[in-house]
T-cell receptor, first 112, second 115 residues
């Protein structure tokens, strides 16, 4: 079956610290992989995506590389800001059926 | 910039009452999704439409939930009767449809509180 496993939170970091949020997946076929971010009281916003093995998605200083050999898509940022405080969701999209599967989310708090 | 619209943003109701949520996807998006998100968890798919047809409603509690997308554009999700456990955020999302890498675009959600 298809599933996404995310590193559990909450994660608390000081401003300018390095961030890693782990994500691994199980999927049949060749899924696309996504990271979404959710701010309090809002819907999810796409942060970045990768559609094939070894692709690197990047946006706003965040990066994630699609690693087929380890079935992983870890999110990284070199220097976090207070404004990055949010909940981050890893997700996969099946290449058949157009279905999405989400991880449970990782809450990040960045303190000044 | 095109957005997914949802209304209402907040809804408070008493148990056993009926509630309805509305979603208008981004124009041209063939696929529409309804999710339920319980606080502290990830979105859980309730129903997925391709145009006006349901393609997945396996997780929809059909004894009390119903969803329709009559003209393949906007959609309504209904709960009747509401139960205390239905308190959650209900998210609507849309995507272009089939095609590798197409992402979902989410609306702001409807926060439901059942008293």
């Amino acid at each position: 079956g298809n599933s996404v496993t995310q590193m559990e939170g909450p994660v608390t970091l000081s401003e300018e610290a390095f961030l890693t949020i782990n994500c691994t997946y199980t999927a049949t076929g060749y899924p696309s992989l996504f990271w979404y971010v959710q701010y309090p009281g809002e819907g999810l916003q796409l942060l970045l995506k990768a559609t094939k093995a070894d692709d690197k998605g990047s946006n706003k200083g965040f990066e994630a590389t699609y690693r087929k050999e380890t079935t992983s898509f870890h999110l990284e940022k070199g220097s976090v800001q207070v404004s990055d405080s949010a909940v981050y969701f890893c997700a996969l999209r099946t290449n058949t059926g157009n279905q999405f599967y989400f991880g449970t989310g990782t809450s990040l708090t960045v303190i000044p | 910039e095109a957005e997914v619209a949802q209304s209402p943003r907040y809804k408070i109701t008493e148990k056993s009452q009926a509630v309805a949520f509305w979603c208008d996807p981004i124009s041209g998006h063939a696929t529409l999704y309804w999710y339920r998100q319980i606080l502290g968890q990830g979105p859980e798919l309730l129903v997925q439409f391709q145009d006006e047809s349901v393609v997945d409603d396996s997780q929809l509690p059909k004894d009390r939930f119903s969803a329709e997308r009559l003209k393949g554009v906007d959609s309504t999700l209904k709960i009747q009767p509401a139960e205390l456990g239905d308190s959650a955020m209900y998210l609507c999302a849309s995507s272009l449809g089939r095609g590798h890498g197409n992402e979902q675009f989410f609306g702001p959600g409807t926060r439901l509180t059942v008293l």
